[in-house]
């Protein structure tokens, strides 16, 4: 297992988005768009209220807002809740694992 100091790499905090797209559009065109934002790391898919979890690394406020301006100007996200928080040094924990599957 790499851990990683995030700090060291110039992140200091994590966003988490929650988005809902609407119904007339093609859940595979959101998910196109969000994984090609900057910085995101995990993208799932969820039932329930929200179709997405999108967490993504910031380096500084100015980030932050491009990256919930770009999110919120994809084409069907009807709705949207951020979450923002430090990131956690090491990264992963020890025991956790990010898996590529």
């Not at 790499?2 to 797209?21: E, H, M, P, R, W």
């Not at 980030?63 to 956690?88: D, H, W």
Request: charged share 20%; proline share 5%.
């Amino acid at each position: 297992t790499i851990q990683l100091d995030l700090t060291k790499l110039g992140y200091f905090a994590n966003v988490s988005f929650a988005l809902a797209y609407s119904s007339e559009i093609e859940p595979n065109d959101v998910i196109r768009e969000v994984v090609a934002i900057k910085n995101n790391y995990l993208t799932i898919k969820i039932s329930g209220e929200y179709d997405l979890l999108i967490h993504i690394l910031l380096k500084d406020l100015s980030q932050l807002l491009l990256t919930q301006k770009q999110v919120a100007e994809i084409p069907g996200v009807a709705r949207l809740e951020m979450l923002v928080y430090p990131v956690f040094s090491p990264w992963p924990n020890c025991g956790e694992y990010i898996s590529t599957f």
